[in-house]
Nanobody, 115 residues
Framework: QVQLVESGGGSVEPGGSLRLSCAAS????????MNWYRQAPGKERELVAA???????TYADSVAGRFTISRDNAKNTVSIQMNSLKPEDTGVYYC?????????WGQGTQVTVSS
């Protein structure tokens, strides 16, 4: 079955960096756009970044220039490098894929940016 497993979250001071990874299995990874979402406390889940099968990336305005999404189709992983982190980047980060008419989500990984 489809599985998405995120890793790499943690606590960091403002200005710091973190790299999140999502290991995917159970589907033809290289054929699908992969997405990173986040949900801050008390807020709705929002799209952070997406990457197409050929590597074209899009970003939310709030993270453009600070975050970089990438994928390794040989290893079935998608990652996001987060630099210059701000307190407002705090939240649970999720990996998501849409297959046909169904969406699949990972369990999420917590990112906390605080001094």
């Amino acid at each position: 079955q489809v599985q998405l497993v995120e890793s790499g979250g943690g606590s960091v001071e403002p200005g710091g960096s973190l790299r999140l990874s999502c290991a995917a299995s159970g589907f033809a990874f290289s054929r699908f756009t992969m997405n990173w979402y986040r949900q801050a406390p008390g807020k709705e889940r929002e799209l952070v970044a997406a990457i197409t099968p050929l590597g074209a990336a899009t970003y939310a305005d709030s993270v453009a220039g600070r975050f970089t999404i990438s994928r390794d189709n040989a290893k079935n992983t998608v990652s996001i490098q987060m630099n210059s982190l701000k307190p407002e980047d705090t939240g649970v980060y999720y990996c998501k894929v849409r297959l046909a008419l169904r969406e699949y989500w990972g369990q999420g990984t917590q990112v906390t940016v605080s001094s």
